[in-house]
């Protein structure tokens, strides 16, 4: 287990964003490629973040009906479902700003997927109308596509009430280099285990998708172990991506 997950100069900057809209009381999205760490992104967020001052539900969209997903933050939030009454309703209540309370956010990870009418129920749940203050927070987390969805004129009410849109970029050339020697040395391994030439064809390869490298590098040491080499070069690396 890794307890500081690697961080580049621009995803430290994001996450500090990320926290500075939150205390704002604002909605915001983050959108990547898969594989390019926004996970791991929202966990930083989430680990960074005051307990007193904030709550949050971490919701992954799987496909659920919009009820089924309403019930699930309840549950996240410790809020009752039993009886009448319904759950948006008692969203609105758990809501309502109170000095002495933490602020509540949602964190919907795969938002690219949820339906327009899951996510106009889930934006009327950020503003208190009695109080015209913000009442929560949603961080919609997913792929590039959320941005083409929130584009269309239909979801033009939402688009307004997110107040950043932050996109999570591959890794760069030496940050690559960076990546590869962070894990190796979470793993207690030597740090010249791949020679700069391999490293710079795993960076070539992987576009500097965080999952892929990983994958990269993983083939690479079974391959190196079955070969009984102690030195990942550019020969097997090159190998390796060639199959990939």
């Not at 960074?48 to 997903?69: C, D, H, I, M, W």
């Not at 009448?84 to 309502?96: E, M």
């Not at 949602?106 to 889930?122: F, Q, Y």
């Amino acid at each position: 287990p890794i307890a500081e997950p690697f961080a580049t100069v621009g995803e430290t900057r994001v996450v500090e964003r990320m926290q500075m809209l939150l205390g704002q009381g604002k909605s915001l999205s983050l959108t990547g490629e898969p594989g390019s760490g926004k996970s791991m992104l929202i966990k930083s967020l989430l680990s960074s973040l005051e307990q007193k001052a904030f709550r949050f539900a971490y919701v992954p969209y799987s496909g659920l009906k919009p009820n089924t997903l309403l019930r699930e933050i309840c549950e996240k939030l410790a809020i009752d479902t039993a009886g009448r009454g319904s759950l948006l309703g008692r969203l609105h209540k758990a809501f309502s700003r109170k000095e002495d309370a933490p602020y509540t956010f949602i964190v919907l990870d795969e938002a690219h997927a949820l339906p327009g009418e899951a996510l106009l129920e889930l934006f009327s749940l950020t503003q208190d109308t009695d109080k015209r203050t913000a009442s929560a927070s949603l961080v919609l987390c997913g792929h590039p596509v959320l941005e083409k969805t929130l584009a269309l004129d239909i979801h033009a009410a939402i688009k307004t009430r997110i107040a950043a849109r932050l996109y999570l970029k591959p890794l760069q050339e030496e940050e690559v280099e960076a990546f590869i020697r962070f894990r190796l040395k979470a793993a207690k391994a030597s740090p010249d285990l791949f020679t700069r030439e391999a490293m710079k064809l795993i960076e070539l390869d992987s576009k500097g998708n965080r999952r892929i490298i990983m994958n990269l590098c993983g083939n690479c040491m079974d391959l190196a172990v079955i070969r009984r080499e102690k030195l990942i070069t550019d020969e097997l690396a090159r190998e390796v991506c060639d199959q990939a």
